[in-house]
């Protein structure tokens, strides 16, 4: 499994950027995919992340500004990203979860996509 993200860049405050997540290769029905990020000298911190069934969940600082979408047919995740502040300042990866038969999760990781948000 391949995980593509992309759509990072540099934006001024306020501004809006669209990520994007293609999933390659052995696809399987993931149950969660999502979006984390880690800004320098900060630990990973999930963003948002939505479920099999369209359940989404977001960390309480992008509320009201971020929104998670997936479309199956595509196999890509996307993170719209408004009202950008510079502490949204970070490299932002996707993550996919697979939960086997036997109940054992497996993560799959993309490479970063930085987004920098500055006047």
């Known amino acids: 499994v391949q995980l593509q993200a992309s759509g990072g860049g540099l934006v001024q405050p306020g501004g809006s950027l669209r990520l994007s997540c293609v999933a390659s290769?052995?696809?399987?029905?993931?149950?969660?995919r999502g979006w984390y990020r880690q800004a320098p000298g900060k630990q990973r911190e999930l963003v948002a992340s939505?479920?099999?069934?369209?359940?989404?969940n977001y960390a309480d600082s992008v509320k009201g500004r971020f929104t998670v979408s997936r479309d199956n047919t595509k196999n890509t995740i996307y993170l719209q990203m408004n009202s950008l502040k510079p502490e949204d300042t970070a490299v932002y990866y996707c993550?996919?979860?697979?939960?086997?038969?036997?109940?054992?999760?497996?993560?799959?990781w993309g490479q970063g996509t930085q987004v920098t948000v500055s006047s």
């Open positions: 290769g052995s696809i399987f029905n993931f149950n969660v």
């Open positions: 993550k996919a979860i697979r939960v086997t038969e036997r109940g054992v999760q497996v993560d799959y």
């Open positions: 939505i479920s099999t069934g369209g359940s989404r």
